[in-house]
């Protein structure tokens, strides 16, 4: 059980254009997802706390207009990242928790190579 | 401010040895640990967890210990394997708080030598 999928699992795109990345937890109903990016060879940042019916909650630093999350239902959250840039190149993560204060299971991420 | 620190990059133990990754944490608010295990470009899978109402929790092969006083947490694997060859994460939570947020650690790349 606890099983979160991601797609795409790796997307190339141009630079301006924008990409929307899918979040879904398969066997659970998750109230909370959770977005993080990777770079290489440093921890997991949590971008923003998606809340099912709910606008999402940024992490200082992130600009919610540039990457617009939505958690349409109990088992789908969608991360966009607009108007891409080389910059936005990087691994993306979901996760996903029953409870709050529950144990999050995560996907297994995006990664995103901006040209 | 890291408020979540693995202090260690990197550790290598020798197959069928106790491998012991640290954690340490500067938030007095975090009542819930967990250690994720991570294999380049996937997701972190969930290892092991444990309450701030506990000072220990074993499954299996993995043990967590958490020292409150101390605010440390270790991560022992015995006996260890070369399967278990990866990153792992430790991360914490406050649960008092309903955000249901982790703050990771840098994360420990543990090789295991067969």
């Known amino acids: 059980g606890a099983v979160v999928s991601q797609h795409p699992s790796r997307v190339i795109c141009k630079s301006g254009t924008s990409v929307k990345i899918e979040c879904r937890s398969l066997?659970?109903?998750?109230?909370?997802m959770f977005w993080y990016r990777q770079f290489p060879k440093q921890s997991l940042m949590l971008m923003a706390t998606?809340?099912?019916?709910?606008?999402?909650?940024?992490e200082q630093g992130v600009e919610k207009d540039k990457f617009l999350i939505n958690h349409a239902s109990l088992t789908l959250s969608t991360l966009t990242v607009t108007s891409a840039h080389p910059e936005d190149s990087s691994f993306y993560i979901c996760?996903?928790?029953?409870?709050?204060?529950?144990?999050?299971?995560f996907g297994p991420g995006t990664r995103l190579l901006v040209l | 401010d890291q408020q979540v620190k693995q202090n260690s990059p990197s550790l290598s133990v020798q197959e069928g040895r106790i491998s012991i990754l640290n954690c340490d944490y500067t938030?007095?608010?975090?009542?819930?640990f967990l250690w994720y295990k991570k294999y380049p470009a996937e997701g972190p899978t969930f290892l092991i967890s444990?309450?701030?109402?506990?000072d220990k929790n074993e499954d299996g092969r993995f043990t967590v210990f958490l020292n409150k006083s101390a605010k440390h947490l270790s991560l022992h694997i015995v006996p260890s394997q070369p399967g278990d060859s990866a990153v792992y994460f430790c991360?914490?939570?406050?649960?008092?708080?309903?955000?249901?947020?982790?703050?990771f650690g840098q994360g420990t790349t543990l090789q295991v030598k067969p």
């Open positions: 066997d659970f109903q998750a109230t909370t």
């Open positions: 444990i309450s701030s109402i506990k």
């Open positions: 938030n007095s608010m975090f009542d819930y």
């Open positions: 996760s996903a928790s029953p409870g709050w204060g529950e144990t999050q299971y």
């Open positions: 998606s809340n099912e019916g709910s606008k999402a909650t940024y």
């Open positions: 991360a914490a939570s406050a649960t008092a708080g309903n955000t249901g947020k982790l703050i």
